[in-house]
């Protein structure tokens, strides 16, 4: 009976895969890859030989049984393009139907964009939420944003240079105070990496390339006590601002609820015009 061995692979420099990694990979009988012209490439430049079978997101499931009596018949490797399988990549459905079926499933631990990310954010000190790619649509991917920004944890998001600018536009306006590091072609010749507060994502960016491969780490807030909401509630009620759009405003700059601050201005505003 084989075993299944989820082998991390590098996100950019091939100095990256781990010596037992490659020997893994020489010495299993197939090796199942996300596109095999793609790890076939890197065999060849590791002098591997070892048979390579597809395990495309696309064919995950109808593959699942292919996959199955390879393992019954020895050793078998899964690796995606690049990174870690099953993070943001196809290998889950493959890995619970070995692991269902009874086989010992073995990780082979290396490469990330996500780890590699979060270590040089200086954003992370303990809980973190990975949330991968959010939404194409603009709707969903505020909705997704802002549901993730609650979570009052900082957050790892991939994107590609395709769509980086509309994430950074997201990024804007609905956590302008939270601090970030963007971090572009990790671990490759023309790896880049830039920090500040979301609110100036544009001008940040005009710094860096927008082709290629992203991960954007974004901190938690500043802890916003209520004395600071009250200050910030009452410069705008002297404004002569409606409650309502406070209320919005204030929301997206505070990730606190609306419905909370906007009770709270008409606390405000009736204690304080009573004082007055
Ligand atoms: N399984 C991979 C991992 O463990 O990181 C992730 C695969 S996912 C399909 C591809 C996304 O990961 C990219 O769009 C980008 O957000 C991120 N990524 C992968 N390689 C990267 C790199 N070298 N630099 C920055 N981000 C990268």
Redesign the pocket.
Known sequence: MGVLYVV?TP??NLEDLSPRARRILGDVSLVAAEDTRHTGSMLRRLGIGTPLISNHGFNERSRVERLLEALADGDVALV??????A???PGAIFVRAAAEAGYKVIPIPG????TA?VSASGLVDGQFLFVG?LPRASGERDKTLSAALKSGVPLVL???GNRINALCESLESNAPNREIAV??????LHEQAIRGVAADLSTLLTDISRK????VVVGVGAETNPVDLDQLIRHELAHGRKASDIARELAKQTDQPRSEIYDRVLVLSKTDNQGA
């Open positions: 991390a996100i950019g995606s393009d690049a990174g870690t399988p993070i943001s990549d490469p990330s964009a996500v990310a790619f991939y994107e590609s971090f572009r072609e990790l671990t490759k290629g491969e992203f991960v």
